[in-house]
T-cell receptor, first 111, second 113 residues
Framework: GEDVEQSLFLSVREGDSSVINCTYT??????LYWYKQEPGAGLQLLTY?????DMKQDQRLTVLLNKKDKHLSLRIADTQTGDSAIYFC???????????FGQGTTLQVKP | EAQVTQNPRYLITVTGKKLTVTCSQN?????MSWYRQDPGLGLRQIYY???????DKGDVPEGYKVSRKEKRNFPLILESPSPNQTSLYFC????????????FGEGSWLTVV
């Protein structure tokens, strides 16, 4: 079946790196995504990775994809208090085209 | 500006009183969908539509209806809301095949008392 799993909570100190992990089940997904949701706000697409890539870097964000293990991670370098939010991992199976979201990881950044 | 617009953004209603959450997109997208977000569960798809007059159930369709009479609009209808439908709702749209470019509305906070 389709399932995406994330840990629910991560706490880091300002300036440290944060790594948020995600596992997914559908190997047909063409794209895998990371969304950010700030308190009381909507969803913001942070980044996505094409399934034939291993890594994608965008400024402070690094996405790593291990297709064999169906594992996706988001690394935020030099984490700031403004990075405090809920981060959702999502996949989009080719057959259905819908987004399947993980439960969301709440990132708490301590000053 | 490309956008997905939802209304209302915030609503408190009573059990059993029919309500409609509207969703409109200005990008001529074929695919539209509704999600609900609940703590610890992430977002789950309620209904989706591949094009005008083509709708189908998502993972949690019970208690909801949708319609797609025009390409730009995809309203979510709660015929008889219940407290377990208290949630944050998101509408999304994209072009067919463009899975890397999905637009979300800002969300509608719905409380059923």
């Amino acid at each position: 079946g389709e399932d995406v799993e994330q840990s629910l909570f991560l706490s880091v100190r300002e300036g440290d790196s944060s790594v948020i992990n995600c596992t997914y089940t559908d190997s047909s997904s063409t794209y895998l995504y990371w969304y950010k949701q700030e308190p009381g706000a909507g969803l913001q697409l942070l980044t996505y990775i094409f399934s034939n890539m291993d890594m994608k870097q965008d400024q402070r964000l690094t996405v790593l994809l291990n297709k064999k293990d169906k594992h996706l991670s988001l690394r935020i370098a030099d984490t700031q208090t403004g990075d405090s939010a809920i981060y959702f991992c999502a996949e989009s199976p080719t057959l259905t085209g819908k987004l399947i979201f993980g439960q969301g990881t709440t990132l708490q950044v301590k000053p | 500006e490309a956008q997905v617009t939802q209304n209302p953004r915030y609503l408190i209603t009573v059990t059993g009183k029919k309500l409609t959450v509207t969703c409109s997109q200005n990008m001529n997208h074929e695919y539209m969908s509704w999600y609900r977000q609940d703590p610890g569960l992430g977002l789950r798809q309620i209904y989706y539509s591949m094009n005008v007059e083509v709708t189908d159930k998502g993972d949690v369709p019970e208690g909801y209806k949708v319609s797609r009479k025009e390409k730009r609009n995809f309203p979510l209808i709660l015929e008889s809301p219940s407290p377990n439908q208290t949630s944050l709702y998101f509408c999304a749209s994209r072009r067919t095949g463009a899975q890397n470019t999905i637009y979300f509305g800002e969300g509608s906070w719905l409380t059923v008392v």
